[in-house]
């Protein structure tokens, strides 16, 4: 066990914990955070999907003891009311089927939005393609992704 410092959600957190731990179970188990999902465990699936320094990371892959003073962004900490524009690109578009996959997916969507303002379809697909949906709403994550770009 050791003593590490984090920063998630804009918020400095201390704990004594293994830093091997994997970031996903720090989120979910240590801090309450439970938006964050648990898919597949080997960084496949996308359910996990934070960012890190705004880039969208597979938290199930993350040792915390690797993160240092990089920020940890949840998708609890995407907004306070769920207004970021992503998140309302989502609702607009009637995206989530079951919604397990929708956290992961909103973070994927928007760290990708935060490096390319107007993505080009092949630019969407490739950067959305490491994220599963079980319910197959690609296309409708599609439209969302386009509305967030017309509507910034």
Known sequence: MERLS???????ITLEIDPQTPLLWVLRD???????KYGCGMGLCGACTVHLD??????????I??????KITTIEGLSENGTHLVQLAWIAES???????????IMQAASLLS?????????????????ICR??????IRRAIKWAVAHS
């Open 30 to 36: 240590h801090l309450s955070l439970r938006g964050t």
């Open 95 to 105: 995206v989530p089927q079951c919604g397990y996959c929708q956290p992961g997916q």
């Open 115 to 131: 490096q390319i303002k107007q993505p080009t379809d092949e630019q969407i697909d490739a950067a959305m393609s490491g994220n």
């Open 6 to 12: 984090i920063s998630v959600n804009e918020d400095s």
């Open 135 to 140: 319910c197959g709403t690609y296309q409708r």
């Open 54 to 63: 705004g880039i969208a990371i597979r938290s199930c892959l993350m040792p």
């Open 65 to 70: 003891g690797s993160l240092g003073a990089k």
